[in-house]
């Protein structure tokens, strides 16, 4: 009998290839026009894997949808609620556990981003209106 746990891990892990390889085979949406610094956070997400469950362009997936994220009032298993703010991406971004959206069963990987990437990141995240 194989262990529930491991049931578990190999399915978050098909669930997250299958949306890795589904992301590579969409046609990518329009470019949209961003500042310099965004502009930079957005090639940070992409290289960094986050577009494999945000989206190529922040329309989300497997992960929430980052357009009009910031501003928006998200909602966490715990059933408390946040308005999304710079303070709460950086957050989310540095400590991917820390708090997790409902509706979403995978748990967004830890990464290696240092703080001037995730500010840029976020900067990305607020201009996607």
């Known amino acids: 009998m194989i262990p529930r ?21 969409a046609p990518a949406a329009p470019d949209v026009a961003l500042s310099p610094v965004a502009d930079e956070g957005r090639d940070i997400a992409r290289g960094s894997g986050c577009a494999a469950c ?3 362009n922040g329309e989300g997936g497997v992960g929430p949808s980052w357009k009009g994220l ?3 009032t998200v909602t966490f298993t715990d059933s408390t609620s946040a ?6 991406l950086a957050a989310s971004i540095l400590e991917p556990s820390a708090k997790l959206r409902e509706g979403f069963a995978i748990t967004m990987p830890e990464n290696n981003l240092s703080e001037e990437e995730v500010a840029k990141i976020v900067a990305y995240i607020e201009e996607l209106r």
């Open 5 to 25: 746990s491991a049931v578990s891990g190999l399915f978050a892990a098909v669930v997250l290839a299958l949306s890795v390889a589904a992301a590579a085979c």
């Open 54 to 56: 945000h989206g190529r």
């Open 70 to 72: 910031a501003g928006s």
């Open 83 to 88: 308005v999304v703010d710079a303070e709460y």
